[in-house]
């Protein structure tokens, strides 16, 4: 019941800030120290696709510009998107990593990101927010070995 009413809460919130907003917001619900629990914004062309952009957001905002409640409200990232360099571990993040910082059910097969409401029309497109749960403590460990941690 509580998490019922915290995801109302989070669902009327983010939608009154779409309207007000055309950008994709990420917003920290819950962090146990392990697993970070985010409500974000997905937008896209496709409706299909903004599941996978709120998904991109939550790390977009987590790398470089910081989550409220995460690290000080300071980005992860100790580098900015210009400094990387080719062999750098965020390089092709969104494209071969990102799957893997993602909580999963038991299978491992499939990713516990839900959407919070159905995709309305936006200019350009679609919006829709999600919870997007990121095993965090694997995220700042691997960011650490490939020393782009931002302490």
């Known amino acids: 019941m509580k998490r019922m009413i915290l995801l109302y809460a989070v669902l009327s919130a983010c939608l009154a800030a779409s309207a007000q907003e055309y950008g994709g917001e990420v917003t920290l619900l819950e962090f146990d120290g392990k697993t970070a629990l985010f409500a974000a914004e997905g937008i896209a062309a496709k409706r299909g696709d903004t599941m996978r952009n709120a998904e991109e957001s939550v790390f977009d905002h987590l790398f470089?510009?910081?989550?409220?409640?995460?690290?000080?409200?300071?980005?992860?990232?100790?580098?900015?998107?210009?400094?990387?360099?080719?062999?750098?571990?965020?390089?092709?993040?969104?494209?071969?990593?990102?799957?893997?910082?993602?909580?999963?059910?038991?299978?491992?097969?499939?990713?516990?990101?839900?959407?919070?409401?159905?995709?309305?029309?936006?200019?350009?497109?679609?919006?829709?927010?999600?919870?997007?749960?990121?095993?965090?403590?694997?995220?700042?460990?691997?960011?650490?070995?490939?020393?782009?941690?931002?302490?």
């Open 64 to 151: 470089y510009s910081g989550v409220e409640g995460i690290n000080d409200a300071r980005p992860l990232m100790n580098k900015s998107r210009e400094q990387l360099k080719t062999k750098d571990f965020a390089v092709n993040f969104f494209k071969k990593r990102m799957h893997a910082y993602l909580k999963q059910d038991a299978s491992g097969k499939n990713v516990l990101s839900e959407p919070l409401g159905q995709a309305v029309t936006v200019q350009g497109g679609y919006s829709c927010y999600y919870l997007i749960p990121v095993k965090y403590n694997v995220l700042v460990r691997d960011l650490k070995t490939e020393g782009l941690l931002n302490q």
